[in-house]
Structures are given as structure tokens and as C-alpha cells.
């Protein structure tokens, strides 16, 4: 029998009750870091959307009437599942291949891959100016062996904001990807080898299904962070290729229209928050 307290007769706390109260409140200052600096901005954005300078929609009609706030975030989000789409076919080759190798080149492959987090964004966007420019290595290669008779114009385009945005965002598809990889029991292939699977079979059977729901979140992450990019997309973009974060970059420090810049922030919220909603019922429905 429990122990009870002699005074009102209820059950005292058991150890493990008490042990989950002490981790409870060891979280308790970080919950409250979190809550500060984390979701009190979030509400305050999504307040000043709905009651600035008073409760009103106003600042969501103009969002919703105005061709040219739709378009920047249409182009937003084309842009995105591009980019996601393009990391997608160059990270699941890529993290296979890393899964391939022997422990010593598998390192330096690792390596190379984390590489570009040891570098400034803002100088590896740089890089890719003069890597892609009218003057630049690729331009000049190509004019070299007569394959174009003039520069291609690879930047200040959409073109050069996927190149740009792909380069930065590759590695947080590879990487996650790569370890879930790295779980997968051989026994598995094996046992299906030995049922007559062929290694195509084994592959697109066995393998990949194995693979796809990280493989989903890592596209859906590099989805959603090309969603907030300003960077690379800023420069790469020369202002011809208008993203979200640069459309609120204006909002905010030159009109400025807080209220609208809030709008615009809730509704990518939101829309974020969906996808990931999206995804989450799409994995419980495949487990």
C-alpha cells in the first residue's frame, strides 16, 4: 500500500512523481527563455497585423487587393519549391554516395560538406558573383570552347537566386538525411538479396521508402528556410528576382508600414505552419 499523510489522509508524492517534478522545474527557466524571447515577439507581430493603430483588417484587405504584394509572395514560394526541388535531386544522390564510402573518405566527404558553415553567407554569396559574372570563370570557359558567343546572363535573375539559395541550403538537406541513412540495418538488404531481390529492387523497395520521411523533412525544411531568405537572394537577385524578406526589408526600414510588414509575416507564419501540419498528417498516414 501507498503511504498516505496522517493529517488528510492522501497519498504521499511517489519518488518518480517526485523526480519528473524536479526535471519539470529545471525546464522551467529555459520554457521561460523561450517564451520571452520567442513567442512573445510572435504574438506581438501577430497583434500589430490586426490592432494598429486600432482593431481593424485593413492592413489584410490591402495585402489581398494589391497585384503586387501577391506577386512577391507567389514568386516567393515558386522559388522555394524550386530550390527544394533542386536540393532534393542533388542531396539524395549525394548523401548515398557519402554512405558509400570507406571511413576515411567518408570523413573527407563529410567535411566538405559542412564546410560552407565555416563560412560567412554573405562571402560565399559574393563567391558566386565572381564565379558566375559576365567576367567569370564560367562565362570565360564557356566563350573558351565556343559553346556560347556571349556571356550567359546566370545572375540578377531566377537562375542565379536557385544557384545561390541550392549552395547554401544543400548541406541542412544532406546532412539529416545522411544520418538517417546511416541507421538503416544491412541486415534488411540482405535478407532481401537473399529472397532474389535485385539491388534496383532492394533499392526502390526497401531502401528508399526506409529513407523517404527524412528525406521529406529535408526538403520541407529547405522550403520553408528559402521562404525567410534575404541574403543570398538580395544579391544574387539585383532587386530583379523580389522576395519576402525583402519585401518586408522595405516595409519596414524605408516607407515604413509596420502593420503591413506584420500581415505579411503572420500570413508566412501561417502558411509555414500548414506545410509542417501537411507533413506531419502525410507521416502518420504512411506509419
Not at 57 to 68: C, F
Not at 71 to 91: E, K, M, P
Amino acid at each position: 500500500m501507498s503511504a498516505t499523510v496522517p493529517a488528510l489522509g492522501l497519498a504521499a508524492p511517489r519518488p518518480a512523481a517526485r523526480r519528473r517534478l524536479g526535471a519539470g522545474a529545471y525546464a522551467l527557466p529555459l520554457l521561460a527563455v523561450m517564451l520571452v524571447a520567442f513567442n512573445l515577439p510572435i504574438l506581438a507581430m501577430l497583434a500589430q497585423s490586426f490592432l494598429s493603430p486600432e482593431p481593424t483588417v485593413a492592413h489584410w484587405a490591402e495585402l489581398v487587393q494589391t497585384p503586387l504584394y501577391l506577386r512577391v509572395l507567389g514568386n516567393t514560394f515558386w522559388l522555394a519549391a524550386i530550390t527544394a526541388g533542386v536540393c532534393g535531386l542533388l542531396g539524395y544522390p549525394l548523401a548515398f554516395w557519402i554512405r558509400t564510402l570507406s571511413g576515411r573518405a567518408q570523413l573527407v566527404a563529410l567535411t566538405l560538406v559542412l564546410m560552407p558553415f565555416w563560412i560567412s553567407v554573405l562571402v560565399r554569396t559574393y563567391a558566386w558573383i565572381v564565379v558566375l559574372g559576365n567576367g567569370g570563370m564560367v562565362n570565360r570557359s564557356l566563350l573558351g570552347l565556343g559553346l556560347a558567343e556571349a556571356p550567359v546572363s546566370f545572375l540578377y535573375n531566377t537562375l542565379g537566386v536557385t544557384i545561390g539559395t541550392t549552395n547554401v541550403l544543400l548541406p541542412f538537406l544532406v546532412l539529416p538525411l545522411l544520418a538517417a541513412m546511416m541507421k538503416l540495418d544491412e541486415r534488411l538488404f540482405q535478407a532481401a538479396a537473399t529472397l532474389g531481390a535485385s539491388q534496383r529492387a532492394i533499392f526502390w523497395r526497401v531502401f528508399f521508402p526506409l529513407t523517404l520521411p527524412a528525406f521529406a523533412a529535408g526538403i520541407l525544411l529547405v522550403f520553408i528556410l528559402t521562404l525567410g531568405f534575404y541574403v543570398t537572394p538580395a544579391i544574387l537577385g539585383g532587386g530583379r528576382v523580389p522576395m519576402i524578406a525583402n519585401m518586408l526589408d522595405v516595409l519596414i526600414n524605408l516607407m515604413p508600414r509596420w502593420e503591413l510588414a506584420a500581415a505579411i509575416s503572420t500570413l508566412l507564419l501561417v502558411a509555414t505552419l500548414g506545410l509542417f501540419a501537411l507533413y506531419r498528417a502525410i507521416g502518420a498516414r504512411g506509419a
